[in-house]
């Protein structure tokens, strides 16, 4: 479901640049934890405050979920958060070599289209660049109740020589390492099961 466009969300964006970095602040971020695809930013304000000692970057390409998920930052003034309007491709590309203890990919757009399919976040260009910016015991870990896209990304993590750790079709929600998404909420609300995979390299 698109989110309704908000105008608000533009000079909101624009005014606070608090939790922004430069892209020579981006290159030299070290020992953090990504989330690209942020929607409107519950996850990543949950796990900042369930783990005040990791730094966490958000990064979210819609303006509307952007602004949305900046004005919650902004009102509760995480110490650890930084947060990105941009597009995750333009993002990981200035990132620093095995610098990211994990990556969060959360209900990532399922592009059903074959054409599209490049644009999927477990596309292989995508997967190359996540190889070369997590710490080599670091981990990517992607939830989602698509089902092809699951499948899809199995296999491009295989292709990629990600090692599975963990993986489930019916996932419950019980890992610590974790929180509840829009999606997820509306995915259990729907019936549709969780599938959920923790990969290391
Ligand atoms: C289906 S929503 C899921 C939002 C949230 N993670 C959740 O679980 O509720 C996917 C989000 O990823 C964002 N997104 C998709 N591709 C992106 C990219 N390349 N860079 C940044 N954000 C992206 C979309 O704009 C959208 O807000």
Redo the contacts with the bound molecule.
């Keep these: 479901m698109r989110t309704k466009f908000k105008a608000w969300t533009i000079p909101y964006l624009e005014e606070h640049q608090e939790y922004s970095l430069t892209d020579e602040e981006l290159s030299s971020l070290d020992d953090f934890y990504l989330e690209?695809?942020?929607?409107k930013g519950d996850?990543i304000i949950q796990m900042s405050e369930k783990f005040p000692d990791r730094l966490f970057l958000g990064?979210?390409?819609?303006v509307t979920?952007a602004g949305i998920t900046l004005k919650k930052i902004v009102e509760k003034e995480p110490q650890n958060v930084k947060f990105l309007f941009k597009?995750?491709?333009e993002v990981v590309r200035f990132i620093k070599d095995h610098s990211i203890n994990k990556i969060y990919l959360?209900?990532?757009?399922p592009w059903p289209k074959k054409r599209h399919s490049k644009r999927r976040?477990t596309s292989v260009n995508f997967l190359e660049e996540y190889k070369r910016i997590l710490k080599p015991n670091g981990n990517l870990v992607f939830k989602t109740d698509d089902i092809d896209l699951f499948t899809f990304s199995l296999e491009m993590f295989a292709e990629a020589g990600f090692k599975v750790i963990s993986s489930t079709y019916d996932y419950d929600g019980s890992d610590n390492d974790d929180a509840i998404?829009?999606?997820?909420i509306k995915a259990v609300n729907k019936g549709v099961s969780i599938k959920r995979v923790v990969l290391g390299l």
């Design positions: 690209i695809g942020s929607g996850f990064v979210e390409k819609n979920c597009d995750g491709a959360n209900f990532s757009d976040l998404t829009e999606y997820q």
